[in-house]
């Protein structure tokens, strides 16, 4: 679906109109293409520490151009705030404040990301609130930014070192975070471990994609694909059609099952056993809608949306954790929704099941702690597809502009995003439910 | 017609050539000729059957031994038509295709033709398959018409063009649409599949109850899942459209006959009991063991050996329809094999009274004795065996697609039952009839 919309305010004349008119002027947002740099210019980092520091020391490893304090004029890629060590809450002022000088200075596409510790268990309350404090700025940053930029926060979980937020670093400075914005990421002392190819991190690697034949399946399976995974699509037998087309584009191998039979979770072990050894992705991305107030919801509805949504991912996850077929350092991402944060009219169904996708995920993600195996969750806000294109005129235009950025996102954004949770640089996270949301005001 | 089986005595079953194994299949949904591929050409749907197949064992960009496919109802401009759809599908367009007609046999003559390449080494991988469009099929002008303009072509001047246009008469613009009538007799096939019907004195009921059984067993299959790793979906259509899982036997019995009318209360044939025009393709992925063991590939069964035949029906000697009961004794004497060698047995319904006529001639002391030159009845084919996962009447018959439809299926059933044989039974027009023996993979 087209945004008529935006490409309207970013051709010249009607563009200078939405400014005086003080219409919403949603960017182009900046995404990964091949080859691009990490960012459009040079780093800054913010932050006294020994910490910031070390990120400096990594980010030029990367080749990165970094500045420790801003020269005046000089449009910056991002600005990295490091603020894993402050105690109380007076220490916030001074980083802040820099980080307040700079913001002019952030390039369109430009990056915010703050480094922390989170406030959840911590016992001083004055160390609690000074972290639970980044939380609203961040956030705060996020609705102020324009042109496209992006405000996130990484969280170091109880004793990991700076350098564990690597991989979250790498990918939220990127284009592929492109419409994830106001969020936070929880990564572990876990070590990232170092992609061996880092065009195709996913080399060698065999992934199974659920409801792969169409809308945000069948981008998930091209960007896993380009990354270098073998990827297996799956979809009931009626969408068999253009599943095949998927395969054959992105060179995997397509499987027509219905996920809710009984016989499913065998017949993909199976498959993937036979075909291609082990398993060391799972995207569980089927699901419907059956959508209907809850006054007027009848059994079918209701129970449909459960079984395909959540039971499933249920079934197959108990199966393929006691699988050897699932290898050890098996990634497991399952599709949440913003309806199961926030809920919505006409959703009790869905959001049930997305609510339930979500306890789901934090659960099983304590019991694979320590594993080497990980499961997360994403939940994508309003996304461009042929589900949303159908949506009353109304009401998708309001639902774009409720956001941050003021658009919806692509497929491909929710697609980049399960791609990173399945590298090795996420090897850390682990029980996560991260937002593609573009910062909705739904659910916030 | 002794002779026949006499002929054949020296042909000994192959032991030293290897396996040649069916890895899987895939078809579109089968659709009843002017429904939903009724703008559908032969290359559209085979290209669409190798894509399905391409995807279902990531098969994108592989350069593949050699592909054989055919078509019965075929325009002129395909006459390159396997090749054509190899090119506008996944596979690499370095493989190599070549197209084969023997009517109806025309799918399983490929998967035959394919497997002996494999077994004697030539190619490691191969695709067999079938297309035919009912719907899209070629319209001729009229042999007058064709030879004005032939002639105009090669007139220079204007006088002369003049000249030859002149011949020209309305009854030349009338277009000569396609039949499946037989050229020697002029008969359709059902018309001589009415006399053969009447002559082994097969009843109405054992016409319909074939039916019924058809529709059910398919129905059947697509119940319990059989065909989601035989068939993707084509134009919206999941499941083949002639299927009636409804019928009943009630409801057959209302159909009025449609052939042997001159019969009188003999006729017995209907729509119901026999195969409606159709369009649809399928395909089938074979090889070598260690082709599929290299690529980490099924292996459902293995392609054992097969027999055509043909019958003189011209001069009466024989039903059009009744060749594959010729071909079956000499096969099953080469291999020492007996019906009751057999787990499943495919024999395709281009009518039930074709299926019938043959069962009651195997079973038929006389008939063995004296046209197969057997030393009494050939057997009886257990008919729980026959067709479980339902068959031409139920799904339909494009033509040269029903064999790949056939050998695929019967393959997967071997697989899932882990031993035993399968045997294949397709009569062509032209009086031709092909048979071929399947065998489950050890386990």
Known sequence: ?444 | MVDQAAGQRNAQPSTSARNAVVIGGNRIPFARSGGAYAYSSNQDMLTAAFDGLVARFGLQGERIGEVAAGAVLKHSRDFNLTREAVLGSALAADTPAYDVQQACATGLETVIGLANKIKLGQIESAIAGGVDSASDAPIAVSEGLRRILLDLSRAKTTPQKLSVLSRLRPKDLAPNAPTTGEPRTGLSMGEHQAITTSQWKITREAQDELAFNSHHNLAGAYERGFFSDLVTPYRGVTKDANLRADTSLEKLAKLKPVFGKSLGDGATMTAGNSTPLTDGAAAVLLGSEDYARRNTLPMLANVVDAEAAAVDFVHGAEGLLMAPVYAMPRMLARNGLTFDDFDFFEIHEAFAGTVLSSLAAWENEDFCRNKLGLDGALGTVDRSKLNVNGSSLAAGHPFAATGGRIVAALAKALAEKGSGRGLISVCAAGGQGVVAILEAREQ
């Open chain 1, 1 to 444: 679906m087209t945004d008529n919309y935006l490409n309207l305010v970013n051709s010249g004349p009607a563009g200078n109109l939405a400014k005086r008119l003080g219409l919403p002027r949603p960017a182009v947002l900046r995404r990964h293409s091949p080859g691009a740099p990490l960012v459009p210019g040079p780093l800054l980092v913010l932050g006294s520490s020994a910490a910031a520091d070390t990120l400096a020391t990594l980010l030029l490893e990367w080749n990165q151009d970094v500045r420790r304090h801003a020269r005046p004029g000089e449009r910056l890629g991002a600005i990295v705030v490091v603020l894993e060590s402050v105690t109380d809450p007076g220490q916030l002022a001074a980083p802040i404040l820099e980080l307040g000088q700079a913001l002019r200075q952030l390039a369109r596409g430009g990056r915010i990301v703050t480094v922390s510790r989170p406030a959840v268990g911590c016992t001083n309350p004055a160390e609690a609130a000074a972290r639970q404090g980044i939380d609203g700025i961040v956030r705060s940053i996020g609705r102020e930014l324009r042109a496209g930029a992006t405000a996130n926060g990484i969280l170091l979980g109880s004793d990991a070192p700076v350098q564990a937020a690597s991989g979250a670093l790498r990918f939220l400075l990127s284009g592929k975070s492109a419409f994830v914005d106001g969020q936070f990421i929880t990564v572990s002392a876990t070590e990232p471990a170092e992609a061996q190819n880092e065009d195709r991190p996913l080399t060698g690697q065999t992934a199974v994609v659920t409801g792969a034949a169409r809308g945000i399946g069948a981008e998930i399976a091209a960007v896993l694909s380009r990354d270098g995974a073998t990827v297996v699509v799956v979809d009931v037998p009626a969408a068999g059609e253009q599943l095949a087309k998927v395969a054959n584009r992105v060179g995997g191998t397509a499987l027509q099952l219905d996920i809710t039979a009984d016989d499913a979770t065998t017949r993909i072990l199976d498959h993937v056993q036979h075909r291609h050894g082990s398993l060391d992705l799972l995207v569980h991305n089927a699901g419907i809608t059956r959508d209907k107030l809850l006054a007027n919801m009848d059994a079918a509805r209701w129970e449909s949306v459960l079984a395909v949504n959540l039971a499933s991912q249920l079934r197959v996850n108990e199966a393929l954790l006691a699988s050897d077929v699932f290898a050890g350092s098996g990634r497991i991402v399952c599709l949440a929704s913003t309806s199961g944060i926030a809920g919505n009219r006409g959703q009790s169904n869905y959001a049930a099941s997305k609510a339930g996708v979500i306890g789901m995920v934090r659960s099983t993600g304590l019991a694979l702690e320590g594993s080497g195996r990980t499961i997360n969750a994403v939940a994508p806000g309003f996304i461009e597809t042929e589900m949303t294109a159908k949506m009353p005129f109304a009401t998708r235009e309001v639902a774009r502009r409720l956001s941050s950025l003021q658009q919806g996102g692509l497929p491909g954004d929710v697609a980049e995003t399960i791609a990173f949770l399945a590298s090795p640089a996420a090897a850390g996270i682990n029980g996560e439910v991260l937002r593609v949301c573009g910062q909705s005001l739904v659910g916030a």
